[in-house]
């Protein structure tokens, strides 16, 4: 984990935007992106959710890691929503045991659920049932979880820069260049 910490607080100084705030939340950070990372790298499908209000990064998340210009293995990274179009009508314990029974079907590797937006919203009673799950919090402290304001002005800013790091992350554990080890 020391590696990572020490990797992740170089990236952050070496980011030429205002990225300063990161360092003091690096601790929470690591053993998230870790996680997530190690995840992805094991072949797991990551299941993207969002609420409404932050669909818009859903779609930048998708539209941006398996970018060709990277140059890297494409990765299983997916939109639940896409794929499950009834998502949204899911509301019992039972409708989402079918649902996990059919998404284990689905990825027989596995798989992970990436959740951003508000605690309160429907789809985490999905991402709260798995403990692999890769969680951006708004409003809320919820444990594993990486906590975020919607209040705060420069929140589209933040999320983009999280980003920025998992993908700088994901990138340096494919290419050896990191160690989630050590």
Same mark, same amino acid.
């Given at each position: 984990?020391?590696?990572?910490?020490?990797?992740?607080?170089? @990236?952050?100084?070496?980011?030429?935007?205002?990225?300063?705030?990161?360092?003091?939340?690096?601790?929470?950070?690591?053993? /998230?992106?870790?996680?997530?990372?190690?995840?992805?790298?094991?072949?797991?499908?990551?299941?993207?959710?969002?609420?409404?209000?932050?669909?818009?990064?859903?779609?930048?998340? /998708? *539209?941006?890691?398996?970018?060709?210009?990277? *140059?890297? &293995?494409?990765?299983?990274?997916?939109? /639940?929503?896409?794929?499950? &179009? *009834?998502? =949204?009508?899911? =509301?019992?314990?039972?409708?989402?045991?079918?649902?996990?029974?059919?998404?284990?079907?689905?990825? &027989? *590797?596995?798989?992970?659920?990436?959740?951003?937006?508000?605690?309160? =919203? &429907?789809?985490?009673?999905?991402?709260?049932?798995?403990?692999?799950?890769?969680?951006?919090?708004?409003?809320?402290?919820?444990?594993?979880?990486?906590?975020?304001?919607?209040?705060?002005?420069?929140?589209?800013?933040?999320?983009?820069?999280?980003?920025?790091?998992?993908?700088? @992350?994901?990138?340096?554990?494919?290419?050896?260049?990191?160690?989630?080890?050590?």
């Amino acid at each position: 984990m020391q590696q990572l910490l020490k990797w992740t607080l170089e @990236t952050i100084r070496e980011e030429e935007s205002c990225f300063s705030w990161m360092e003091e939340y690096r601790y929470e950070w690591a053993p /998230l992106v870790k996680s997530a990372v190690a995840q992805s790298i094991e072949g797991k499908t990551v299941l993207v959710m969002t609420d409404e209000s932050h669909k818009w990064f859903g779609k930048y998340i /998708l *539209n941006s890691v398996n970018d060709l210009r990277k *140059n890297r &293995p494409l990765l299983p990274f997916y939109q /639940l929503s896409e794929c499950f &179009p *009834n998502l =949204h009508n899911i =509301h019992s314990t039972q409708e989402l045991q079918l649902l996990e029974d059919m998404l284990e079907i689905s990825y &027989p *590797n596995g798989y992970y659920i990436w959740y951003i937006g508000k605690g309160e =919203h &429907p789809y985490t009673k999905l991402a709260f049932r798995c403990d692999d799950s890769f969680l951006w919090i708004m409003d809320e402290e919820v444990q594993n979880s990486f906590a975020l304001r919607s209040s705060d002005t420069l929140l589209d800013i933040k999320l983009l820069q999280l980003y920025k790091l998992f993908d700088k @992350t994901l990138s340096a554990v494919l290419f050896g260049d990191l160690d989630l080890e050590a």
